[in-house]
């Protein structure tokens, strides 16, 4: 079995500070792990993913995510927020079959 | 290249009646997607085809039906629908590598908003 936790329902950040949404994830095997961003009343839009390699991704919209394999976890950071980066933030686990496990999801608020 | 589309947009339903969900992508992917989304709780996956002539229950199945009708378009169809399928669906697509598999991309169309009264 698979399974992703987002543990914070909302994140609160003031513009020009930096951005942390967390995720720790479960999984039997090599973990293949995936940000999405969804904006009010759109799709999911892809981030970033890890596959294998080093350890920090680097992703769209200046988005990157470490991989720390020892605390099973995959957190998303942006160095600088922006008030466009509020949105709904998912994280989604998949071994090696089709399923791709999503987190609950995260709502990110950036003030201005 | 539109990518994934997803028809209608908006859909209300009476208990009982049946709908087909449509779904097309433009960029030659293998497999298909149908997911619902639901506050709280991520999405989940309710059929995929990893190819097409190829379908397969996803986590929550009951209550619906697909067809993978060419390379390009996969339906999702409610036969009776329910108060409980009232929910956001979203069709997705990726190229799924035979060999290192789990490791593709899915990309998400824009959505169903369905609501059954």
């Known amino acids: 079995a698979q399974s992703v936790a987002q543990p914070e329902d909302q994140v609160n950040v003031a513009e020009g500070n930096p951005l942390t949404v967390k995720c720790t994830y479960s999984?039997?095997?090599?973990?293949?792990l995936f940000w999405y961003v969804q904006y009010p009343n759109r799709g999911l839009q892809f981030l970033l993913k890890y596959i294998t390699g080093d350890n920090l991704v680097k992703g769209s919209y200046g988005f990157e995510a470490e991989f720390n394999k020892s605390q099973t976890s995959f957190h998303l950071k942006k160095p600088s927020a922006l008030v466009s980066d509020s949105a709904l933030y998912f994280c989604a686990v998949r071994a090696n079959d089709y399923k791709l496990s999503f987190g609950a999801g995260t709502t990110v608020t950036v003030r201005a | 290249n539109a990518g994934v589309t997803q028809t209608p947009k908006f859909q209300v339903l009476k208990t009982g009646q049946s709908m087909t969900l449509q779904c097309a992508q433009d960029m030659n992917h293998n497999s298909m997607y149908w997911y619902r989304q639901d506050p709280g709780m991520g999405l989940r996956l309710i059929y995929y085809s990893a190819s097409e002539g190829t379908t397969d229950k996803g986590e929550v199945p009951n209550g619906y039906n697909v067809s993978r009708l060419n390379k390009r378009e996969f339906s999702l169809r409610l036969e009776s629908a329910a108060p409980s399928q009232t929910s956001v669906y979203f069709c997705?697509?990726?190229?799924?590598?035979?060999?290192?598999?789990?490791?593709?991309?899915?990309?998400f169309g824009p959505g169903t908003r369905l609501t059954v009264l």
């Open positions: 997705a697509s990726s190229f799924r590598d035979r060999v290192i598999s789990g490791t593709d991309t899915q990309y």
């Open positions: 999984v039997s095997g090599n973990p293949y």
